[in-house]
């Protein structure tokens, strides 16, 4: 099958690429640009572990062809913090221990992000709802959403701070 | 799960949509948010030569309140549908059923279109229609026609589309009152064991119109006209209520599968139509 030329903007830098219509979303991020944070989990669209945002959206990109994504803005875990300068949900979630294995963990952090950008004061509920559409099979969850809740404070407290 | 190969195509408008679909007959279908049927093809369960993806065209997105009637595109999301404060003033049924669907994810793309055109007894708003005795447009390539949600659904997975038409919109008229959407699912992200959608409407302290629809509990999603008309006229008391849930039980056929036996889904069924009965009169 003849490939197409895609362009895909992705935390913050244009890609060119090629890619077969049937070619995934989630298989373009790991395997042609090396974006290995959004994992495939369940490939069925219920884990929520391959979580993206899309056009401020969040999709899971299991179930998104990347030709559907052509001139996107993706964003995914790489784009969110980096290894000297967290993200207040990644050091959220390291404070409060909300991953074990961390194989969630950058869908959830990549849809916890959204979620406190569609509602910057969620109540626990709204956490719970919120994030419903992604699995944790080691948390129990209930450190997850203590982690989200203290990112949205310290979020909320720094944007104070800012005004 | 990598589906077999297949030529995209992205029309900007509907006519080149129906171009396309008509070139290539039973080769081509069209995908709105893709939940339903990607799923499917990478299960390669189903096999699409030429994927037509909706999402440039503009005509299909929207969602219009003129007085009385609303009109919403066929490519409108299940989250836009809860985020539009115009259309939950107009009519909150929508929204509470669009929150039971799925997760926020699947919801901030799947489309109200797919969810109605697809023909899957478990999708949520076919019935949610029927009880609005709401109308889907249809364009093909002889122009455009009406059908009624109650008259849409033949069997699972066939309905009263042409294979070359597109479903472009669906529309119905407000009639206030009492609205519920009542859903049983055994984990966020299923489908309904059972499901009902009813609306009411007062006139003092009787029941002066009613309509109840299902959902999952048949081959296709079932209005009961012998369950409403056994509210009107009452107060919808207890004993009322009972009168309507057993003539509901009385239209619906549900077969087991993995959410259990006929006699629980009957069961269940019970409980959720009369609840959402209960509720839908309290806001009455």
């Given at each position: ?163 | ?86 259309l939950t003033r107009a009519a909150p049924l929508l929204r509470e059923t669009?929150l039971q ?27 949610v229609?029927?009880c609005l ?41 407000v009639s206030g009152g009492g609205h519920a959407y009542e859903k ?12 009902a959608a009813v609306m009411l409407q007062k006139d003092g302290t009787a029941c002066s119109a009613a309509s109840i629809a ?14 409403a008309?056994?509210l009107v006229?009452t107060a919808c008391n207890?004993?009322d209520i009972?009168?309507a ?27 959720i139509i009369r609840r959402a009965i209960e509720r839908a009169w309290s806001r009455a």
């Amino acid at each position: 099958m003849k490939k197409m030329q895609l362009t895909l903007t992705v935390n913050g830098e244009a890609h060119e690429l090629l890619a077969e219509p049937r070619e995934l979303l989630i298989h373009v991020l790991r395997e042609k640009l090396n974006l290995t944070g959004p994992h495939i989990g369940c490939e069925t669209s219920h884990c929520g572990a391959c979580t993206v945002d899309m056009n401020g959206r969040s999709v899971k990109s299991c179930t998104v062809f990347a030709a559907q994504a052509n001139g996107a803005a993706i964003t995914t875990i790489e784009g969110l913090g980096s290894p000297g300068a967290l993200h207040p949900l990644q050091e959220a979630f390291r404070e409060h221990h909300g991953l074990q294995c961390g194989f969630c963990t950058p869908g959830m952090i990549t849809r916890a992000h959204r979620l406190l950008q569609e509602n910057p004061n969620p109540s626990e509920e709204d956490i719970r709802f919120g994030m419903a559409g992604n699995l944790c099979r080691c948390t129990g969850y209930q450190n997850i959403v203590k982690a989200i809740l203290a990112a949205a404070a310290e979020m909320n407290a720094v944007k104070e701070a800012a005004e | 799960m990598i589906p077999a190969a297949f030529e995209y195509h992205r029309p900007s408008d509907i006519a080149s949509a129906l171009a396309t679909l008509r070139e290539f007959g039973d080769e081509a279908r069209v995908v709105a948010g893709g939940h339903s049927l990607i799923p499917m093809m990478k299960l390669r369960m189903a096999s699409i030569g030429h994927l037509i993806d909706l999402q440039d065209i503009a005509d299909l997105k929207g969602i219009r309140i003129d007085g009385n009637t609303v009109r919403i595109g066929a490519m409108v999301t299940q989250q836009e549908l809860i985020d539009d404060a115009a259309l939950t003033r107009a009519a909150p049924l929508l929204r509470e059923t669009a929150l039971q669907i799925a997760d926020p994810q699947v919801r901030a793309v799947g489309t109200i279109g797919g969810n109605v055109a697809n023909g899957d007894p478990g999708n949520d708003m076919p019935a949610v229609m029927q009880c609005l005795d709401a109308t889907f447009t249809l364009t093909g390539p002889s122009g455009t026609r009406d059908v009624k949600a109650r008259d849409f659904y033949e069997a699972a997975y066939v309905t009263a589309r042409a294979d070359e038409e597109i479903l472009t919109a669906v529309s119905f008229t407000v009639s206030g009152g009492g609205h519920a959407y009542e859903k049983q699912k055994r984990k966020i992200g299923d489908y309904a064991t059972a499901a009902a959608a009813v609306m009411l409407q007062k006139d003092g302290t009787a029941c002066s119109a009613a309509s109840i629809a299902m959902t999952n509990l048949s081959d296709v999603p079932v209005w009961s006209k012998a369950a409403a008309d056994a509210l009107v006229g009452t107060a919808c008391n207890p004993a009322d209520i009972g009168s309507a849930v057993a003539a509901a039980l009385a239209d619906i056929s549900p077969t087991a599968d993995n959410r259990g036996p006929v006699e629980f889904k009957r069961h269940v069924a019970g409980v959720i139509i009369r609840r959402a009965i209960e509720r839908a009169w309290s806001r009455a």
